[in-house]
């Protein structure tokens, strides 16, 4: 028997199978992005940004926060806050897009703790309210989870899924424009339910240099943790990317196409189920099938863990130290990162109770290690990016009802 000849012709079939992959992959995936835009209602041409000032502050030495909005979909607007570095460094600087997770949005002690520090590193930071929370909740209040609760029919959900990926989408928009941002280095990092939204967001907005997913990115099969998560924003929208086939390994096919990603969780994270689903062999598969799928021969993307729970980990100095190397922080070399001190969120929160009970304990973000230190604790009046009159007169604009009675009236 001819050995040498069997073993030629397993390396051709092989070389075969993995063009074929690759072609197949080439060859699909604007196929794939039109397909997940179009069941989540995200439209093709998104709407022009209309955006608006409302004046600056100064949250902390070296830093400018700009009060802003800009348009997105359903005819609605989103209040956010703009960190600059102050001083500007010269030339242009890369740019990050925070998406916060359940009751999450500008107010948050991450957020504004990541545009502070980040803006210190030489980026200009974008923080939004998720919809229904902050200037997005009908009672300008926080931590709601207003868009949690169930709408029929369930093309809402699909809906409401693809007016959070239209936020993202429209705050890369924004950043693009700025004449200060290089808009080939805008990063955007999700935690928690932002990890869902950026999942598929960043599998079909190419402009997004680099993705880091906190707190998640652990999208499994049918019937699990994420089919059957918080239906509105998750489950179901989800279920909808049932087309996909093994939709975990066509979705990181899709991030890997775009650009750089890293996901970073927490070994006991039961939140988003990390224990149950599985840790490095997860993520191990994971990258084994979407490698099968592309064919590529360079590292597809990146993940981590550390000993902790539910965490917004975008903050660590591992997330950091991979930041610099994609983005290039002005401000920061990968050294004087590794170098810096960090924070005890649980300490530093504590005099200002800002962290909700449960996810105030050391296990979950009260055991966080943010960069740097110094930071300030905002008040909640700083953070107002919309003066309240305006916000009270064209209130319909900005509030979770507003959407849906927008959402209802373009029902198919």
């Keep these: 028997m001819n050995y040498k000849f069997i073993f030629s012709i397993k390396i051709l079939i092989c070389v075969t199978l993995q063009l074929s992959a690759q072609n197949f992959i080439i060859s699909q995936q604007e196929e794939y992005r039109n397909k997940i835009r179009s069941t989540l209602f995200v439209p093709d041409q998104l709407p022009a940004l209309n955006s608006k000032s409302y004046g600056s502050f100064e949250p902390c030495d070296g830093v400018i926060a700009e009060r802003i909005s800009y348009s997105t979909s359903y005819g609605l607007e989103v209040p956010a806050i703009l960190y600059l570095p102050s001083p500007r460094p010269t030339g242009k600087i890369p740019a990050l897009v925070i998406v916060n997770g359940h009751g999450g949005d500008k107010y948050s002690w991450n957020s504004y703790y990541a545009g502070m520090i980040y803006a210190k590193g030489g980026a200009a930071v974008l923080t939004y309210d998720q919809i229904g929370e902050g200037e997005r909740n009908i009672n300008r209040n926080s931590g709601t989870r207003a868009h949690d609760v169930f709408e029929e029919p369930s093309e809402l959900a699909l809906r409401l899924s693809g007016l959070m990926m239209a936020d993202v989408m429209q705050a890369v928009s924004y950043l693009s424009e700025r004449k200060e941002v290089d808009k080939s280095k805008i990063a955007a990092l999700g935690h928690s339910m ?38 509105m924003c998750q489950g179901i929208p989800y279920k909808a990317l049932r087309f996909l086939g093994d939709r975990a390994k066509v979705i990181y096919s899709l991030q890997v196409l775009r650009g750089p990603l890293y996901v970073y969780n927490g070994l006991q994270d039961s939140v988003v189920s990390i224990p149950e689903l599985g840790t490095w062999s997860f ?121 849906l009675k927008n959402a209802k009236l373009r029902q198919r």
């Design 194 to 231: 932002g990890s869902f939204v950026l999942s598929i967001t960043g599998a079909v907005d190419t402009r997004i240099h680099s993705v880091v997913l906190s707190g998640g990115g652990n999208l499994d099969d049918i019937d699990g943790y994420w089919d059957n998560s918080k239906q």
């Design 283 to 403: 993520f191990d598969d994971l990258y084994d099938r979407a490698y099968d799928l592309i064919g590529d021969s360079v590292k597809l993307f990146d993940y981590n863990f550390e000993e902790g729970g539910h965490r917004p980990y975008f903050l660590t100095k591992s997330v950091g130290i991979w930041l610099e190397k994609q983005i290039d922080f002005p401000n920061w070399t990968e050294e004087e990162i590794k170098a810096m001190d960090v924070t005890h969120i649980g300490e530093w929160a504590k005099k200002d109770n800002i962290i909700d009970g449960y996810y105030a304990s050391e296990l979950h973000a009260g055991g966080t290690r943010a960069l740097g230190v110094g930071i300030p604790v905002l008040d909640r009046d700083s953070l107002h990016a919309i003066p309240f009159n305006i916000w009270e007169e064209f209130k319909e604009g900005f509030v979770y009802e507003g959407w």
